[in-house]
């Protein structure tokens, strides 16, 4: 792992590289062969250079440049949840689950002991990862005597849903494949742990459950702050809508809508959240994060907010505090309706796109859109240019 020691700092910050994963032997031995770096540590740099929570600039990162950084790169390709060694029947060794408990048990002689907050935090595979590990480590650090470290969860782009394919498609490689279904092989493979308050919700056999995050949220007894896009390019490239070069079908185009809405659904119990409605994938170690609002609220703000709600619910359980939000969720309805989402490229050309040639390159009817909207066409496209 790396790390960014920041002397007089309590707080810890530690961080799940993210990265798909492999749940058989053959797409294990293709991931090793093209991914190594996600496979092994061998050939890993000796520095690396934190970007967005991670970096250590306070323009860059206004809430958590000060912290203790710490970077755990992803070679388990388990989701963060594997627990076995090599053997006779298995080439490979998965073991995110160990790994993340020896780190700390090592962090805890580099001043960890210390530590009042402990931010386990995560992108894609690593933010569901995230959502898997973030009691273990709780549990972890009381049983060693640490009870004043409070251990906290950010889950960036690892809030995946169990939904139907557009198409449906075999099993074959881990793109191809739905998303249960890798799961629920990948569990099997890499001797897959999850967290026993979860487990008991589901029958035996039924651990795949824990690995989608509205079914593993409600049993978490650590807070945990969700980042989703409403639209995540790896939900839709799981789910089969690909939205390269052709325009998109009218069916396609419902069904993004559509899983916008059961997005938005699933996260409407969860304390602190903080959804646009954008088309992409991970935010939180891209150094343009501090420019994506929801309702006028950057998310390190949202962060700083949910922060400041835990420290006072600690102190004496007040109502939310006045002018702070930390449950943000944007309620327009397609992708990249809020005016604040990152550039867009044509993934052909490379060209930067604006709202309103990306939506025509979708298949986007504006007519048909605006009468649904009851709205005349030009007053949509207006609103569309402005991002209203």
Same mark, same amino acid.
């Given at each position: 792992?790396?790390?960014?020691?920041?002397?007089?700092?309590? $707080?810890?910050?530690?961080?799940?590289?993210?990265?798909?994963?492999?749940?058989?032997?053959?797409?294990?031995?293709?991931?090793?062969?093209?991914?190594?770096?996600?496979?092994?540590?061998?050939?890993?740099?000796?520095?690396?250079?934190?970007?967005?929570?991670?970096?250590?600039?306070?323009?860059?990162?206004?809430?958590?440049?000060?912290?203790?950084?710490? #970077?755990?790169?992803?070679?388990?390709?388990?989701?963060?949840?594997?627990?076995?060694?090599?053997?006779?029947?298995?080439?490979?060794?998965?073991?995110?689950?160990?790994?993340?408990?020896?780190?700390?048990?090592?962090?805890?002689?580099?001043?960890?002991?210390?530590?009042?907050?402990?931010?386990?935090?995560?992108?894609?595979?690593?933010?569901?990862?995230?959502?898997?590990?973030?009691?273990?480590?709780?549990?972890?650090?009381?049983?060693?005597?640490?009870?004043?470290?409070?251990?906290?969860?950010?889950?960036?782009?690892?809030? #995946?849903?169990?939904?139907?394919?557009?198409? $449906?498609?075999?099993?074959?490689?881990?793109?191809?494949?739905?998303?249960?279904?890798?799961? $629920?092989?990948?569990?099997?493979?890499?001797?897959?742990?999850?967290?026993?308050?979860?487990?008991?919700?589901?029958?035996?056999?039924?651990?795949?459950?824990?690995?989608?995050?509205?079914?593993?949220?409600?049993?978490? $007894?650590?807070?945990? #702050?969700?980042?989703?896009?409403?639209?995540?390019?790896?939900?839709?490239? +799981?789910?089969? +809508?690909?939205?390269?070069?052709?325009?998109?079908?009218?069916?396609?185009?419902?069904?993004?809508?559509?899983?916008?809405?059961?997005?938005?659904?699933?996260?409407?119990?969860?304390?602190?959240?903080?959804?646009?409605?954008?088309?992409?994938?991970?935010?939180?170690?891209?150094?343009?994060?501090?420019?994506?609002? +929801?309702?006028?609220?950057?998310?390190?703000?949202?962060?700083?907010?949910?922060?400041?709600?835990?420290?006072?619910?600690?102190?004496?359980?007040?109502?939310?505090?006045?002018?702070?939000?930390?449950?943000?969720?944007?309620?327009?309805?397609?992708?990249?309706?809020?005016?604040?989402?990152?550039?867009?490229?044509?993934? #052909?050309?490379?060209?930067?796109?604006? +709202?309103?040639?990306?939506?025509?390159?979708?298949?986007?009817?504006?007519?048909?859109?605006?009468?649904?909207?009851?709205?005349?066409?030009?007053?949509?496209?207006?609103?569309?240019?402005?991002?209203?």
């Amino acid at each position: 792992y790396y790390l960014k020691e920041s002397k007089g700092s309590r $707080r810890w910050l530690l961080f799940l590289e993210g990265g798909w994963y492999c749940f058989n032997r053959e797409n294990c031995d293709t991931r090793y062969d093209t991914m190594r770096r996600l496979m092994s540590s061998r050939d890993w740099p000796a520095t690396r250079v934190g970007t967005g929570i991670l970096s250590s600039q306070p323009e860059e990162n206004p809430h958590w440049w000060n912290a203790n950084m710490v #970077f755990i790169p992803y070679c388990s390709s388990d989701v963060w949840s594997g627990a076995s060694s090599k053997s006779e029947k298995n080439e490979y060794a998965f073991m995110g689950a160990l790994i993340i408990q020896e780190v700390i048990k090592e962090l805890v002689g580099k001043g960890l002991n210390t530590a009042k907050v402990l931010l386990l935090a995560g992108s894609s595979a690593g933010g569901t990862g995230v959502l898997l590990n973030v009691d273990r480590v709780a549990e972890q650090l009381e049983e060693m005597g640490y009870q004043g470290i409070q251990v906290r969860g950010l889950a960036d782009s690892g809030w #995946f849903l169990d939904n139907k394919q557009y198409h $449906r498609t075999d099993c074959i490689d881990t793109i191809t494949c739905a998303p249960t279904e890798a799961i $629920r092989r990948g569990i099997r493979y890499w001797n897959g742990v999850v967290p026993e308050r979860c487990k008991l919700q589901f029958k035996e056999g039924e651990e795949w459950n824990c690995f989608f995050g509205y079914k593993i949220y409600p049993t978490l $007894r650590c807070p945990v #702050f969700v980042v989703q896009w409403l639209f995540d390019e790896a939900q839709l490239t +799981v789910d089969n +809508v690909h939205l390269t070069g052709q325009p998109v079908q009218e069916g396609q185009w419902l069904y993004i809508q559509n899983l916008g809405r059961e997005l938005r659904n699933t996260l409407k119990d969860v304390t602190a959240s903080f959804a646009p409605a954008c088309l992409s994938h991970e935010i939180i170690t891209r150094n343009h994060w501090t420019d994506i609002q +929801v309702k006028g609220t950057s998310l390190p703000r949202a962060l700083h907010c949910w922060d400041r709600s835990l420290h006072e619910s600690n102190k004496n359980g007040k109502a939310p505090l006045k002018g702070c939000p930390i449950h943000l969720i944007d309620s327009c309805p397609w992708p990249h309706c809020n005016p604040s989402c990152p550039t867009i490229r044509d993934q #052909f050309t490379g060209q930067e796109m604006n +709202v309103i040639q990306f939506l025509m390159h979708m298949g986007f009817d504006v007519q048909k859109m605006a009468q649904q909207q009851g709205l005349e066409p030009s007053k949509l496209l207006g609103m569309l240019s402005s991002g209203n």
